[in-house]
T-cell receptor, first 109, second 110 residues
Framework: KNEVEQSPQNLTAQEGEFITINCSYS?????LHWLQQHPGGGIVSLFMLSSGKKKHGRLIATINIQEKHSSLHITASHPRDSAVYIC???????????FGPGTSLSVIP | EPEVTQTPSHQVTQMGQEVILRCVPI?????FYWYRQILGQKVEFLVS????????KSEIFDDQFSVERPDGSNFTLKIRSTKLEDSAMYFC????????FGPGTRLTVL
């Protein structure tokens, strides 16, 4: 069983829609990352969370440690948000990152 | 802002050849990592490196793979005799609780 799961696997949205991507994990963690990967492959870190909620521009990430669940929200989605969004966790500080399978988002004008 | 860099961005090689992928981590970081992503699959951990030695490695990281920090700045991944299935994107990362990822090297084995 995968230690990090994401849903949905694929998501198509109209420009302007509010988007939610979910992540659940089965292990104790010290931190959770949300990452973005564009075609061409580079990985960009969006957020690192250990509790609560963080906001950056139109992106909001939340985490519920007790429920082992995190969500990434995108408000007022735009075609340039089209990418793969990856949830990834660290069990302990300085540990390897365990990656989820990614959610492929396509925002249509 | 400091960043992790990787060279080359794309490497094409013949099966059986040796390749060396290079990474320059962020200068004050002490922990270094290599990850791999086969096309269409999720990113997988290969190896972590601290204090000039491997701290953890995955099942993927067999005897064909080695890592080295040959000087104070570079961190390299060597694949001794490449196989077709080694074709993937290879990411270097440095840091600790927050890991900073390089842009990746796309390795194509023909």
């Amino acid at each position: 069983k995968n230690e990090v799961e994401q849903s949905p696997q694929n998501l198509t949205a109209q420009e302007g829609e509010f988007i939610t991507i979910n992540c659940s994990y089965s292990v104790g963690i010290s931190a959770l990352h949300w990452l973005q990967q564009h075609p061409g492959g580079g990985i960009v870190s969006l957020f690192m969370l250990s509790s609560g909620k963080k906001k950056h521009g139109r992106l909001i990430a939340t985490i519920n440690i007790q429920e082992k669940h995190s969500s990434l929200h995108i408000t007022a989605s735009h075609p340039r948000d089209s990418a793969v969004y990856i949830c990834a966790v660290l069990k302990t500080s300085y540990d390897k990152v365990i990656f989820g399978p990614g959610t492929s988002l396509s925002v249509i004008p | 802002e400091p960043e992790v860099t990787q060279t080359p961005s794309h490497q094409v090689t013949q099966m059986g050849q040796e390749v060396i992928l290079r990474c320059v981590p962020i200068s004050n970081h002490l922990y270094f990592y290599w990850y791999r992503q086969i096309l269409g699959q999720k990113v997988e951990f290969l190896v972590s490196f601290y204090n000039n030695e491997i701290s953890e490695k995955s099942e993927i990281f067999d005897d064909q793979f080695s890592v080295e920090r040959p000087d104070g700045s570079n961190f390299t991944l060597k694949i001794r005799s490449t196989k077709l299935e080694d074709s993937a994107m290879y990411f270097c990362a440095s840091g600790g609780n927050t890991q900073y990822f390089g842009p990746g090297t796309r390795l194509t084995v023909l």
